[in-house]
């Protein structure tokens, strides 16, 4: 069985940073992708940023230049450095993992708050 577990949220002030952490165990053999996604009060979850097995990486317009992902691979860890953050990033974060060779199957997080005060 395949977790998730993220760690990194929290309260934090206009023009300030987080780093969240998501690290996965459990039998995982190829990890396809790592990403994060967000969702916010009322509004449907959204990419923020992904990384894929070969160290590509995709970012959100709305994020970009403010948010970087990275991963330690033999972890099994992603990251995302917030940087600047503004209010409107207040949402909880989660973690996924596309994880499979044969089927690919999709992992998330359990979520965790980020909320950005003014």
Same mark, same amino acid.
């Given at each position: 069985?395949?977790?998730? $577990?993220?760690?990194?949220?929290?309260? $934090?002030?206009?023009?300030?940073?987080?780093?969240?952490?998501?690290?996965?165990?459990?039998?995982?053999?190829?990890?396809?992708?790592?990403?994060?996604?967000?969702?916010?009060?009322?509004?449907?979850?959204?990419?923020?940023?992904?990384?894929?097995?070969?160290?590509?990486?995709?970012?959100?317009?709305? $994020?970009?230049?403010?948010? @970087?992902?990275?991963?330690?691979?033999?972890?099994?860890?992603?990251?995302? #450095?917030?940087?600047?953050?503004?209010?409107?990033? @207040?949402?909880? !974060? !989660?973690?996924?993992?596309?994880?499979?060779?044969?089927?690919?199957?999709?992992?998330?997080? #359990?979520? @965790?708050?980020?909320?950005?005060?003014?």
């Amino acid at each position: 069985q395949v977790q998730l $577990v993220e760690s990194g949220g929290g309260l $934090v002030q206009a023009g300030g940073s987080l780093r969240l952490s998501c690290a996965a165990s459990g039998s995982i053999f190829s990890i396809n992708s790592m990403a994060w996604y967000r969702q916010a009060p009322g509004k449907q979850r959204e990419l923020v940023a992904a990384i894929t097995r070969a160290g590509f990486t995709n970012y959100a317009d709305f $994020v970009k230049g403010r948010f @970087t992902i990275s991963r330690d691979s033999a972890k099994k860890t992603v990251y995302l #450095q917030m940087n600047s953050l503004k209010p409107e990033d @207040t949402a909880v !974060y !989660y973690c996924n993992f596309k994880i499979g060779s044969v089927y690919e199957y999709d992992y998330w997080g #359990q979520g @965790t708050q980020v909320t950005v005060s003014s």
